[in-house]
């Protein structure tokens, strides 16, 4: 009867240890604070539409319970910048919020330095490399590579096929991108060889030299006097003023093409060789009539841009802040999970990998089967990073620093307004290349002299 006793002794304070083991569990459950953070980004769409960025923030709602989103309304695409300017001064800026450019956010002292979370994270360690450094700052870690798109060109293998010429295929080289658009231009057919050629100042350099970035900038210092760049110009002029680009077209020789707009003309299948990103895909693959692929940049470079995210220095919750930042983008999770709600809701994965780990990959190009792009991510080793959002000083450098020079009504025309012309055949790039080279080395020195207590 003792022993009898004693066992149901023990069987009963078995229980009552895992009783309480479950009521502490319960009760540091309970006691996980209850927390909002706020969010801006120029891609949430309305609420009515529920895109899939909506649906990832439900997702991430329903993962973690005791953290709610709040999306901030007051912050506008129409001036991002100046509403986000206008709720520092008020002290309400959101906790995670879009960034136009890293150095400008980073001159406000709006972001936080976020090092020491991405250091102990594994899914920011498959990163690739040169994403991972365009958003470091005197080696601090200030935003999240939220998206990635890559830049370079798109291919209708129909007309060239149709004109019984060899289409472009990934790893093209120069001359194979200037033979092949002269050789299928057919204007009178209604055939472009491309769409413009605005773009080959800035992707051409990175394309004839290895040791070259985008519009030459590299560790800060910019060659647009060299032998590069000035081919590249001349290039884009002969594209453009030998009328092989739609959108430079006089406006009787466009009648030969059909639609309102150059979008509509290369979905009608009126363009060979389209500049484009890897965003324009899912409306091809949706609607295109003509076979395609993405042959990236010539020279077999792979052109990257991304979007990026920061956190708020004035955050109070920081954890949970990068908690969500990282399920949106390069969190393995998240990204599986945004995969699993496209399929199941008919949306088009609007993002190509940011983390680049092998599951990730084999479930993405399981979906998206067009083969440039997974060649193009197979090729990430030897990838160029088009710096708007990250290079300090890059804008001012490209677009925005008035040169002194003028140029037809305009007494201190922009670098953009230079170019432009150049590429129009109104001027001459090799007699503004020192200029412009001395200019964008001195906007660059001054934006990273700002950020130098950063």
């Known amino acids: 009867m003792k022993k009898v006793l004693s066992l149901f002794m023990i069987i009963a304070l078995l229980f009552s240890v895992a009783a309480c083991s479950s009521d502490d569990k319960a009760s540091s459950d309970d006691k996980k604070e209850n927390v909002t953070i706020s969010y801006a980004s120029w891609s949430l769409g309305t609420e009515k539409e529920q895109n899939l960025e909506r649906l990832m923030i439900k997702a991430f709602e329903k993962k973690y319970p005791n953290i709610k989103v709040k999306i901030d309304e007051s912050i506008t695409s129409t001036d991002w910048n100046g509403t986000l300017a206008a709720a520092a001064s008020a002290g309400k800026m959101p906790d995670v919020l879009a960034l136009p450019q890293i150095p400008s956010s980073l001159s406000n002292d709006w972001l936080m330095d976020i090092t020491k979370m991405t250091e102990k994270d594994k899914d920011f360690a498959n990163i690739p490399e040169a994403v991972r450094e365009s958003a470091t700052y005197n080696d601090k870690?200030?935003?999240?590579?939220?998206?990635?798109?890559?830049?370079?060109?798109?291919?209708?293998?129909?007309?060239?096929?149709?004109?019984?010429?060899?289409?472009?295929?990934?790893?093209?080289?120069?001359?194979?991108?200037?033979?092949?658009?002269?050789?299928v231009t057919n204007i009178n057919k209604?055939?472009?060889?491309?769409?413009?050629?605005?773009?080959?100042?800035?992707?051409?350099?990175?394309?004839?030299?290895?040791?070259?970035?985008?519009?030459?900038?590299?560790?800060?210092?910019?060659?647009?006097?060299?032998?590069?760049?000035?081919?590249?110009?001349?290039?884009?002029?002969?594209?453009?003023?030998?009328?092989?680009?739609?959108?430079?077209?006089?406006?009787?020789?466009?009648?030969n093409f059909k639609g309102e707009n150059p979008e509509e003309v290369w979905m009608n299948g009126q363009v060979a060789v389209k500049w484009d990103g890897t965003w324009g895909v899912p409306a091809l693959v949706e609607k295109g009539t003509f076979d395609f692929d993405f042959i990236g940049l010539p020279g077999g470079r792979t052109g990257v841009t991304n979007d990026f995210v920061g956190i708020s220095k004035t955050s109070k919750h920081a954890e949970e802040a990068f908690l969500f930042s990282k399920w949106m983008s390069?969190?393995?999770?998240?990204?599986?999970?945004?995969?699993?709600?496209?399929?199941?809701e008919g949306k088009a994965l609007n993002t190509l990998p940011v983390n680049a780990d092998p599951e990730i990959l084999d479930e993405y190009f399981a979906i998206n089967e067009v083969p440039g792009i997974k060649t193009a991510y197979d090729n990430l080793d030897n990838a160029v990073v088009e710096?708007?959002?990250?290079?300090?000083?890059?804008?001012?450098?490209?677009?925005?620093?008035?040169?002194?020079v003028k140029v037809g009504e305009e007494a201190n025309a922009k670098v953009a307004v230079i170019l432009d012309n150049v590429i129009k055949g109104n001027l001459k790039i090799e007699d503004y290349a020192k200029q412009l080279d001395q200019l964008a080395d001195q906007k660059s020195k001054e934006a990273n002299e700002a950020l130098k207590d950063k």
């Open 190 to 255: 209604g055939v472009a060889g491309t769409n413009h050629a605005f773009s080959v100042t800035d992707w051409y350099p990175a394309a004839a030299n290895p040791d070259m970035g985008w519009y030459t900038v590299q560790d800060g210092q910019y060659s647009l006097d060299s032998k590069e760049f000035i081919a590249g110009a001349n290039l884009a002029k002969e594209i453009t003023t030998n009328n092989y680009a739609y959108e430079s077209l006089p406006d009787d020789l466009k009648a």
């Open 387 to 404: 710096p708007v959002k990250t290079v300090p000083g890059y804008v001012d450098a490209r677009w925005e620093a008035p040169t002194g």
């Open 330 to 344: 390069f969190g393995k999770e998240g990204f599986m999970k945004r995969m699993e709600i496209a399929e199941k």
């Open 141 to 183: 870690v200030y935003a999240v590579p939220f998206a990635q798109h890559f830049l370079g060109y798109l291919v209708n293998k129909d007309l060239f096929n149709e004109a019984n010429l060899d289409y472009p295929e990934f790893g093209f080289s120069l001359e194979e991108y200037t033979k092949s658009i002269k050789e």
